[in-house]
């Protein structure tokens, strides 16, 4: 009998290693899903935005939402696109006052994906942050929300997406958090916190939201 729970346990914890290597060696899920159009390098001229008065406009596969902002220096023409089929993720769009590309990058919640572009007035690309950061998350951010899907119960279901990083042991450790929650609890949330390394599971907690 207690060969039959060793081999088991073993199993077990072969499974475990065998899952998480297939995380970091399977980067096809890892792609954000949209690409930048080249008509969209310059706004729409159909459409009027208005000054700080958010509007939107759905256009069948996607819906696209845009108002003109005001930075610290000028005003800019801000403008979020989302696509239906994925509706996680946005296409977030900035734009002169002549209606010519500045900025495009990606988002999840408050995550950063892919890649960031900066343009120049003609429309060509002069500068491209990695968001990805496969070198610090080798984890990528549909692969901690895969992993976390196959941890909740039914009833749960992904809230949130964060990532950050801490030190330990003199270390800089990056991680993913992920939020869950229930409708049986609508101001609870189960946080899980993955290594951005490996995937595993480092830490577990609940919060709290305290109404007004």
Known sequence: MKKVIYYFLLFLVISSCTSH?????????????????EYEKMFDKKLNPKRGEWQEVDSGSFSI????LLNPVRSILSVTKVYKSNPTIHQE??????????????????????????????GNITKTID?????????????????VKRKIPNHY???GLDRDSTIV????????????????????????????????????????????
């Open 21 to 37: 290597k297939s995380y970091q060696k399977n980067d096809m899920i890892c792609e954000v899903g949209m690409q930048f159009k």
């Open 93 to 122: 769009m900035q734009y002169d006052t002549l209606r010519r590309i500045k900025s495009v990058c990606y988002t999840y919640d408050n995550v950063y994906l892919g890649n960031t572009y900066f343009f120049d007035t003609l």
């Open 157 to 159: 279901s992904i809230s």
């Open 131 to 147: 968001e990805r950061q496969a070198d610090k998350y080798p984890i990528c951010f549909r692969e901690a929300l895969e992993i």
């Open 169 to 212: 042991d003199e270390k800089k450790v990056y991680y993913w958090e992920v939020n869950t929650k229930t409708p049986r609890k609508p101001y609870n949330a189960v946080v899980y916190r993955l290594s951005g390394k490996t995937g595993r599971v480092i830490k577990k907690y609940k919060t709290v939201s305290v109404r007004d």
């Open 65 to 68: 939402s845009y108002a003109i």
